[in-house]
Nanobody, 127 residues
Framework: QVQLVESGGGLVQAGGSLRLSCAAS????????MGWFRQAPGKEREFVATISWSGGRTYYADSVKGRFTISRDNAKNTVYLQMISLQPEDTAVYYC????????????????????WGQGTQVTVSS
């Protein structure tokens, strides 16, 4: 029903910036909150950021607050993750996800609340 494709990952040096994009396609018949997660090798996937369908509410993991910004453009069916001041510990595969919701202000954090996932894009931060 919904397909998500991430792009924008790459290799950057510590202190650098990247902007990830996630394009959604397919028919949708409800509102969707969007989120970003990441998974480093040998580690569990962790929550990064989420944004409500309206774009009016956001929530971030403590580890990225002040450095990452999530935004969305519903007209383009795209969600973004602007990352600045990247650190080696930010190295991971980054996934975008969509969660069905009846609320325009819902900002889910748990992986279990998300219904659709992209394939991921690699972000590598070198020291």
């Amino acid at each position: 029903q919904v397909q998500l494709v991430e792009s924008g990952g790459g290799l950057v040096q510590a202190g650098g910036s990247l902007r990830l994009s996630c394009a959604a396609s397919g028919r949708t018949f409800s509102y969707y909150a969007m989120g970003w997660f990441r998974q480093a090798p040998g580690k569990e996937r962790e929550f990064v950021a989420t944004i409500s369908w309206s774009g009016g509410r956001t929530y971030y993991a403590d580890s990225v607050k002040g450095r990452f910004t999530i935004s969305r453009d519903n007209a383009k069916n795209t969600v973004y993750l602007q990352m600045i001041s990247l650190q080696p510990e930010d190295t991971a595969v980054y996934y975008c996800a969509a969660a069905r919701t009846a609320s325009t202000s819902h900002t889910p954090i748990g992986e279990y609340t998300y219904d659709y996932w992209g394939q991921g894009t690699q972000v590598t931060v070198s020291s």
